[in-house]
């Protein structure tokens, strides 16, 4: 009978290795498919830091911005399934482009594999302090009072179906006005161009505070942010929109690897310290999910998305 080390010997004279080297030992790198310093960039990097340290391994965060999130997505959808290219995704790159885009250059369903889930940044329906509400039920009834005077800017797409999910239901007359960059849509809405607006809590939260907007309602839950303001769904039955964000790897990628990682960010995200710099920026960490059940929870919101587009009558550009 030959010995193990002549095995191993044979082995080597073949090409193939002995023992698969343990996961990670050369750097990960974490693509954010959107710009530096946004709101996604900035929660991606606290996370990655974090989660290299556990790993002991670097991982690089790398900003592949761009048509809405695809050409980062893509560029990790066609990258080796070999667990050390990633997508920080968010609702948009996995679920809303695909009802808001006639050519989308994956699947976000099929083209990956679901890691882990981390968290989202929650949105308030804000209104100019010149429009006279102090509530979402005044809100419609000054819109239905006044058809057409009302405007709502959109610069993504979590700004366009909740504006348009809030026209729809109310039955109201609000139009719709397009930006190309969210700082320009916030501007304007700051200015009075635009009178109402569902804000993210890291661009809009100092708006509120201060008084420069007046926030009648959030979604998709409360925050101790803004105590006293109710939940969307709270005043308005049915409106259940909330943004998330996870990591994933591409299709393919071993489950020993997926499941690692898994457990990791579900460790790191326990982190005070980590729990207190997302907390900073307007994020709000969600309820830790298995690989699994963060698929079955990303195929649910994608036939939500698709009855949300169709009721608002969404045609894909």
């Not at 179906?161 to 304007?188: C, D, H, L, N």
């Not at 939940?231 to 071993?254: C, Q, R």
Request: net charge positive; proline share 8%; glycine share 8%.
């Amino acid at each position: 009978m030959p010995s193990i080390g002549l095995c191993v010997l044979v082995l080597a004279a073949q090409g193939l290795p002995a023992a698969r080297a343990a996961y990670p030992d050369k750097p990960v790198t974490i693509v954010v498919p959107f710009a530096a310093g946004s709101p996604t960039d900035a929660v991606a990097r606290v996370v990655a830091e974090a989660l290299g340290k556990r790993l002991g391994q670097s991982m690089v965060v790398q900003n592949r911005p761009g048509a809405t999130g695809m050409i980062g997505s893509e560029y990790v959808a066609r990258a080796q399934p070999d667990g050390y290219t990633l997508l920080f995704g968010t609702n948009t790159t996995q679920v809303a482009n695909q009802y808001f885009f006639k050519k989308v250059s994956y699947d976000g369903l099929k083209d990956f594999a679901p890691v882990a889930i981390v968290g989202g940044v929650p949105h308030a329906l804000v209104v100019n302090p010149s429009v006279p509400v102090n509530s979402v039920a005044e809100l419609i009834e000054y819109a239905k009072a006044h058809p057409g005077k009302l405007s709502f800017p959109y610069a993504n797409s979590t700004t366009r179906i909740t504006g348009s999910t809030f026209r729809v239901m109310t039955k109201t007359q609000i139009e719709a006005i397009p930006y190309k960059a969210y700082g320009q849509a916030i501007a304007e809405l700051l200015g009075g161009q635009t009178q109402m607006m569902f804000i993210d809590f890291s661009t809009g939260l100092s708006y509120m505070t201060s008084g420069k907007l007046k926030a009648l309602a959030i979604t998709p839950d409360r925050s101790a942010k803004l105590p006293g303001v109710p939940a969307m769904k709270e005043v308005l039955p049915g409106f259940e929109i909330g943004n998330w964000n996870g990591l994933f790897a591409p299709t393919g990628t071993s489950p020993e690897i997926i499941d690692r990682l898994n457990r990791e960010i579900r460790a790191v995200l326990e982190q005070p310290e980590l729990r207190k710099q997302v907390d900073g920026v307007g994020y709000e960490l969600l309820p830790p999910m298995a690989p699994a059940e963060f698929g079955k929870y990303i195929a649910k919101e994608s036939r939500h998305y698709a009855r949300l587009t169709k009721a608002a009558d969404i045609q894909p550009e």
